[in-house]
C-alpha cells in the first residue's frame, strides 16, 4: 500500500473475503523522505495576450537521495492555466520538465500566482 499525496501513511482497509468474514485490515505506508526543488526560483510568462496561448517550460529537480513522485496542484480554470503532466517520477540527481501553458480568457495580471508541487516518496 502507497499512500497518496496529503494522505495519512496509516489507514484502514476493507478486506472482503468471499464466503468467509469482512475484515478491516490496518496498513501503514513507508515512505522515504525526498526533497525536490524548481530549477529556476521564477516564472515569468510576460505579456500575454488575450486568447493566444503560450508555453513555457519549467523543471524540477530531484536533490534527495530517494526516488519522488511530484503531483501538480491545478490552477483554477479562471486562470486559463494547466501544467503537463500533474504528475511525474523523479530519480534523485534528476529533473523533470513540466509545461506550463497560459491561455488567458479575459485580461488579468498574473503575479500573485504560485506553481505548487507536492511531492512525496516512491
Given amino acids: ?24 485490515l490496518h496498513v501503514k505506508g513507508k515512505l522515504h523522505e525526498v526533497k525536490c526543488k524548481f530549477t529556476k526560483p521564477k516564472l515569468d510568462l510576460g505579456t500575454l ?12 529537480k530531484n536533490v534527495g537521495k530517494h526516488s519522488a513522485v511530484c503531483f501538480v496542484e491545478d490552477f483554477e480554470e479562471a486562470t486559463g492555466i494547466t ?6 517520477l523523479v530519480a534523485p540527481g534528476e529533473s523533470a520538465a513540466l509545461k506550463v501553458t497560459a ?11 504560485n506553481l505548487e508541487v507536492n511531492v512525496r516518496g516512491a
Fill in 1 to 24: 500500500w502507497t499512500p497518496g499525496p496529503n494522505q495519512a501513511a496509516m489507514e484502514s482497509l476493507a478486506l472482503h473475503v468471499p464466503g468467509g468474514e469482512d475484515q478491516q
Fill in 49 to 60: 495576450a488575450v486568447g493566444i496561448p503560450k508555453e513555457m517550460s519549467v523543471e524540477v
Fill in 83 to 88: 501544467v503537463n503532466p500533474s504528475a511525474v
Fill in 103 to 113: 491561455l488567458p480568457h479575459l485580461p488579468q495580471s498574473f503575479g500573485h500566482l
